[in-house]
């Protein structure tokens, strides 16, 4: 189901950075699993960044590891992807999803999640 409203997406060039929240009203961060996903048209939803509420230890993709950075504000109850040297291959829709599962593994292509935003598009290019 819907929940989330995800922004800060847009066009920018290759090397560049941007950061996408997602405002989490009435989730305990601590309490779901939290997770970023993208996908490319024709390609498969993928697992950018993950913490899951068993061990708390933020995950990346290789991809974007190094790169990317997801943080939690609890005063705010929001959810950020921090997305840094950004690259072409990085051109996707993003999205914000959540569970209460306890997930071994919180990447893969979410199907484990429940809840979702709309996404936000995310295009680098020059």
């Known amino acids: 189901q819907l929940r989330f409203v995800e922004s800060g997406g847009g066009l920018v060039q290759p090397g560049g950075s941007l950061r996408l929240s997602c405002p989490a009203p009435?989730?305990?961060?601590?309490?779901?699993?939290i997770g970023w996903f993208r996908q490319a048209p024709g390609k498969e939803r993928e697992g950018v960044a993950c913490?899951?509420?068993?061990?708390?230890?933020?995950k990346y993709a290789d991809s974007v590891k190094g790169r990317f950075t997801l943080s939690r504000d609890y005063a705010k109850n929001t959810v950020y992807l921090q997305m840094d040297g950004l690259k072409p291959e990085d051109t996707a829709r993003y999205y914000c999803?959540?569970?209460?599962?306890?997930?071994?593994?919180?990447?893969?292509?979410?199907?484990?999640?429940?809840?979702w935003g709309q996404g936000t598009q995310v295009t680098v290019s020059l």
């Open positions: 009435g989730f305990n961060l601590d309490y779901h699993t």
């Open positions: 999803a959540a569970t209460t599962d306890t997930l071994l593994y919180c990447l893969g292509n979410g199907d484990e999640y429940d809840y």
């Open positions: 913490i899951s509420n068993s061990d708390r230890i933020t």
